[in-house]
């Protein structure tokens, strides 16, 4: 058993340009070997975490988790959470039984369908759970609504095995065996309304993830696997592979922004993407040093505008085990001054001078605050000036920058010091 420090590691960085302010907090939870987030939504991240791998929310913090393995199950995932209902499975009676919880172990309802010899719930919108059962030896797709007696099979017909990964509650998405390949593919809460996603070319699809409009997965392309996107239909597939993996996958997606992972040099990264290649992020760069050469993965992400929250794992290079991983992506904008911090002059009026930043390209205004007067606008964006006005003695200024949606940045400050002639 390793001893656990409760560590967060802050960087700025400057990606394609833009400034990037990143948070990376370690949720492994005292007394765990081993544990991974699968999904994150608002304030709560979903997974698990091991002695005997036990499912589990977090509210940020390590000291936050929270063990809702059930009485009796011999070990438990949660794969999905909307916040106030959580979704995934747990090993009870010799097999694994789709469940869903509402924030505590003893809240735990089995889905297990009649008939099935293991069940996994993957997806839940708080109404629908969406996942898979292993009904007469082969994966059947479906959906619950809220009780095991509720699972409709949405197994496509020709399928010799299906998978349901996501749902909007009107949307479903997954993959289908037929003709020997595995196809990404989309329901509309009915076996027939199954539509295939396959990728032309590909040797094997699957979706992972879907919002009402953009599914997100992977198709196996010339042998390897490239993350990718679709919007409905399998002529819409947008390859993300980056440039320089072997291998991608995505297993999250907003709309706007995709997760997932990509193969670099043997090990897998944790990465986002913005619906391009060119777009990858690599997570993996900010990881601290003691995580840099073993594996991570993002499962989860999610955004309120203000920021962008992305859930997985790291290795940890000297155990060798995994351990919850939340990376955190300000969007508000990044403000700075030029020069010195502490000026002094006999001027009556200096220019000031600065740049500032936006990572989503919403930059609106910087503007300038001279001692108690209140803020004007600079000339310019990115790069700005202001003629601040001095009274005698010491002159605190203050910048900050301001995008289009009204997120404002941290303060710059410098201190001018006006001296009598």
């Known amino acids: 058993m390793k001893a656990f420090i409760a560590v967060t590691f802050a960087f700025l960085a400057a990606i394609a340009a833009r400034a990037e302010t990143w948070t990376v907090i370690n949720l492994n939870p005292a007394g765990a070997d081993e544990s991974s987030l699968y999904a994150i939504t608002g304030a709560q991240q979903a997974g698990f975490a091991t002695g005997s791998s036990h499912a589990g929310i977090w509210a940020g913090t390590a000291a936050s988790f929270v063990d809702l393995n059930p009485a009796g199950a011999v070990a ?134 879907t919002t009402a409009t953009q599914q997100a997965g992977a198709a196996t392309i010339g042998g390897n696997s490239h993350a990718g996107i679709w919007t409905g239909t399998a002529a819409s597939f947008i390859d993300l592979h980056p440039a320089g993996a072997s291998s991608s996958a995505l297993n999250a997606t907003t709309g706007t922004r995709q997760a997932g992972s990509a193969v670099f040099g043997g090990v897998y990264h944790a990465g986002i993407w913005a619906g391009s290649s060119a777009s990858f992020i690599d997570l993996h760069a900010f990881l601290p040093t003691g995580y840099k050469t073993g594996n991570s993965e993002a499962f989860g992400i999610w955004s309120d505008g203000a920021a962008t929250y992305v859930g997985g794992y790291a290795v940890n290079s000297a155990t060798g085990e995994s351990e919850a991983i939340l990376w955190k992506l300000d969007h508000a904008p990044t403000v700075r001054i030029s020069g010195k911090k502490k000026i002094t002059t006999t001027k009556a009026k200096l220019a000031i001078k600065g740049t500032a930043a936006d990572i989503d390209d919403n930059l609106a205004k910087v503007e300038v605050q001279v001692g108690k007067a209140k803020y004007k606008m600079a000339k310019g964006t990115t790069t700005w000036k202001f003629t601040a006005h001095l009274k005698p003695g010491k002159n605190k200024i203050l910048a900050r920058a301001v995008d289009t949606t009204g997120l404002t940045s941290a303060s710059a400050k410098i201190i001018v010091i006006r001296a009598t002639p």
């Open 76 to 209: 438990s995932y949660i794969y999905a959470t909307t916040g106030a209902q959580q979704a995934g499975r747990a090993f009870t009676g010799g097999s694994n039984h789709a469940g869903i919880w509402a924030g505590s172990a003893a809240s735990f309802i089995d889905l297990h369908p009649a008939g099935a010899t293991d069940s996994y719930a993957n997806a839940t919108t708080g109404a629908q759970q969406a996942g898979y059962a292993i009904i007469g030896g082969n994966p059947h797709a479906g959906i619950w609504a809220g009780s095991a007696a509720s699972f409709t099979d949405l197994h496509p017909a020709g399928a010799t095995a299906s998978y349901a990964n996501a749902t909007t509650g009107a949307l479903q998405a997954g993959a289908a065996t037929i003709g020997g390949i595995d196809r990404a593919g989309i329901w509309a809460g009915t076996a027939a309304s199954f539509i295939d996603l396959h990728p032309a070319g590909a040797t094997a699809s699957y979706a992972t993830a």
